[in-house]
């Protein structure tokens, strides 16, 4: 893991390299129910059934899951960690949408059409 990218309600995400293209991905790791600090508590059964359908899907316009993996071990840099489901999926550089919608609060249609 490369860096630190952000958070939400249900995981957290870091940038990774995927060791067989080089390319950069974007690996969201979410933390067991039990042991979260997040805000919303998911099972992983439905985290990994809810993305193995997105898994399926591909689009231009879409961020697109690379690989699922269930139950792998995260480590933190304190030498502890957990077992985890993440999900990889594309690294989209630039930043988040909601970040650009919270800082200019609405689109005009041009650059709508520019993000949906």
Known sequence: MLQYLGKGGTA????GLNTLNNELVALKIFRPADESSMKI???PERITAEFKLIEH???PNMVNVIEILENCKYEKKNGSGYHTTTIVLEFCAGGETFDYISNFSNFTEEVARTYF
């Open 12 to 15: 957290k995400v870091k940038l």
């Open 41 to 43: 508590k998911v099972k």
């Open 57 to 59: 899907l591909h689009h």
